[in-house]
Structure formats: C-alpha cells, structure tokens
C-alpha cells in the first residue's frame, strides 16, 4: 500500500530536549516536505527537498533541521524545542511535476 | 498576507445541497491543488488544476481557475454528512517547488 508514515504520532517533551520526528514513505518519490499546522494559521511549509541531499528552506524553517540521506526518509530534527514548536506536524511526499502530493497522519507535539 | 486564502472559513449546509468554497492567491503559480482534512488527520488530494486549465471535474468535485483574477473555487455537489471536513487550496509556483496551503474552509453538512 502506498503510504506515507510518520513516528511518532503523539509526543510530549520538554524544552531543549532534542528530537527527531521520522517520515518515511514506499512510493519512490523524488519530492518530500514537512509542514506544521497551529489552529487558524492552516499548513505551513518548514522544509522541502526534491531529491536525496538536496533540502530547501520553506516558509517557517527556523528551529528546525532536516536530512535526506535517503530517497525514502526524511527526518525532522528539532535541536532544541521550544514550547511555540507544539503543533501538529505533516510530511509529505510526491512525484516531481504537476503530481498529488501524499500526506501522513500527523505528529501532534507538544513541547512543556 | 498568505498565499491562498480561502472564504468562507466555515460553511454550514444541509445534506443535498451545493456547496462552493473559494481560494485566492497573490502571485503566478504553475498549479493550485485542493484537499480535504477530516480532524486532526492527514490531508486527502482531491483535485490539482494547472495554471493553463480553466475547469476540472472529479466525481461530485468541480474546481475552477481563473489566472486573471488569482482565484479558484471547489464546488461540491449533493452534499453529504460525509463530505464534512475541511478544505483547503495549496498553490505552487513550480511543480517542485515551495508550497503554499490557505487557512481553509470548514464545510459542515447537516443530515
């Protein structure tokens, strides 16, 4: 089945902790990208890439990290979180062009 | 303010009827996709027009572009309890490239 995974779904931490938030997904798809979603500001783009060792920033990427070793994961490092990171996070994934983009569950964080 | 900005922000229906959600951005993109979020859950792609399309149709789904005034709209037809959720535009300069999500529309259908 087609699918992007993210882990994990639910976390609570606290400040300064680091922590990574994994995506994986089994579609060979050159384009991948995390978004955090806080209530009445819908989905914001953190990072992007468009294939393994290239990485873009998006729209809101300070205090984050990413990595694309690998075509088919693309891991979320938060260094040092802080409590305005608690939200809930999306990756996503698709095929380079005009294509749909697949998402995962979700990764509800909540930074104390 | 954001690209893609949806209106209304919430839409309340009975069940059968039509309900149109409108999406406006600022600048040229290459595409402008749609998509459905049930709470809480991942995002669900229903529909992705090109900037050179002018209307596209899926099933109860018909979205509309028009590049001169920056502005697409989804209409649902024959609403169902179902097709409650939210809704939200996502508009792309490049077909790779950073994307743009609105704050989005919730739709709630009553039975």
């Known amino acids: 089945e087609a699918q992007v995974t993210q882990n994990p779904r639910y976390l609570i931490t606290v400040t300064g902790k680091k922590l990574t938030v994994t995506c994986s997904q089994n579609?060979?798809?050159?384009?991948m990208s995390w978004y955090r979603q806080d209530p009445g500001l819908g989905l914001r783009q953190i990072y992007y890439?468009?294939?393994?060792?290239?990485?873009d920033k998006g729209d809101v990427p300070e205090g984050y990290k990413v990595s694309r070793k690998e075509k088919r994961n693309f891991p979320l490092i938060l260094e040092s979180p802080s409590p305005n990171q608690t939200s809930l996070y999306f990756c996503?994934?698709?095929?380079?062009?005009?294509?749909?983009?697949?998402f995962g569950q979700g990764t509800r964080l909540t930074v104390v | 303010s954001q690209q893609g900005e949806e209106d209304p922000q919430a839409l309340s229906i009975q069940e059968g009827e039509n309900a149109t959600m409108n999406c406006s951005y600022k600048?040229?993109?290459?595409?402008l996709q749609w998509y459905r979020q049930n709470s809480g859950r991942g995002l669900v792609h229903l529909i992705l027009?090109?900037?050179?399309?002018r209307e596209k149709h899926s099933g109860r789904l018909r979205v509309t572009l028009d590049t001169s005034k920056k502005s697409s709209s989804l209409l649902i037809t024959a609403s169902r309890a179902a097709d409650t959720a939210s809704y939200f535009c996502?508009?792309?300069?490049?077909?790779?490239?950073?994307?743009?999500f609105g704050d989005g529309t919730t739709l709630t259908v009553k039975p």
């Open positions: 996503a994934s698709k095929a380079l062009g005009n294509t749909e983009a697949f």
């Open positions: 579609m060979n798809h050159e384009y």
């Open positions: 890439s468009m294939n393994v060792e290239v990485t």
């Open positions: 600048t040229s993109i290459n595409n």
């Open positions: 027009i090109r900037s050179n399309e």
């Open positions: 996502a508009t792309a300069r490049t077909n790779a490239g950073k994307s743009t």
